[in-house]
């Protein structure tokens, strides 16, 4: 039963956020109350009291200023972000909070002790579609595609955690790959629903850059492997539609973190990889990480990440490593980046 309907003028003034940038929003007819929500339900909120994220994240990606009283339309999702909020999508539509810039509405229950207390919502309904059902991120998924028989070379990056450098490092060695005169696709597999990983990519010269939200999820927290590898899928078959003849996936968080933990320990996630890179903030971090990873048959290929700002540590890594490391600016050369294709261990044909 509807609460209430939403004029084309109301939906016009809503904040509208990066994680439901593929919902058409002319098939709406209202809002749904009391409903349990689930991940990737999208809700109508009102803005009750500004907290650590003083802007919504539009589909564009500008920063939209967030007022109390201010319409937003978000989707629920789960949060895991050691650096941030441990949030979960809670049990009904009483008041939540945004858990990401980018538009999750959870329940917060931890916070990083230097993070602010979270912005405050008010649910005022589920989007109700054409049929009456909860508008879900999932219905606007990117389509799948039927399986490509050729598997350019595949490169992932993973991390000790958050902030290590795996973004920069992604986008460095699109750069570099792209300056070699390759059309490269990439995608950030898991995480929370940002654009801002996605739009780095695109300035680095990826062909495509795509991200899990396309597959239909706020994020990734909570996901099983089958789902994680669904997901991985259906990115990949869009990046080889769009015609990429190398690919790179960021895998968000760090190797301990749940989700990245049931993507690395899946032998067909890593079947589908020529290589990795490992980002680590610290030596200890990066030898801990590639020997656990060395363990689980993961096809390691460098470590880089904040680590490099540090020479003394890069060579500290190095001395209990058997791998070489890379700066960003390394990887963005060109020649350093057709080398470490050259390099691989090729099983994919072009």
Known sequence: MLVAKLTAER????KVSYVVRRTDLSGVTGLLPGHRPSAGDIVLARVELVGQHKALEQPDGRRN???????????YGHRYAPDQFEAVVPEDLGNCHLAAAGGLAARVLTRHAAIGEP?????LGLLAGPAGGVVNLRAQALAPLPEASRRPPTLAVVGTSMNAGKTTTAAALIHGLTR?????GAAKVTGTGAGGDVWQMHDSGAIRALDFTDAGYPST??????????????LRGHLLAAGAEAIVFEVADGVLQRETSLLLNSPEFVCGLDGVLFAAGDAMGAVAGVRMLHEIGVPMLAVTGRLMASPLAAREAAAHLGLPTRSVSELADPAVATKLIAELPITAAA
């Open 65 to 75: 200023t967030l007022y109390p009283g201010d319409e937003v339309l978000v989707a």
């Open 180 to 184: 070699a005169g390759l059309a490269v």
């Open 119 to 123: 912005t405050c919502l008010e649910p």
């Open 221 to 234: 927290c909570g996901l099983n492997t089958g789902e994680l590898l669904d997901v991985v899928t259906l």
């Open 11 to 14: 939906l016009g003034r809503l």
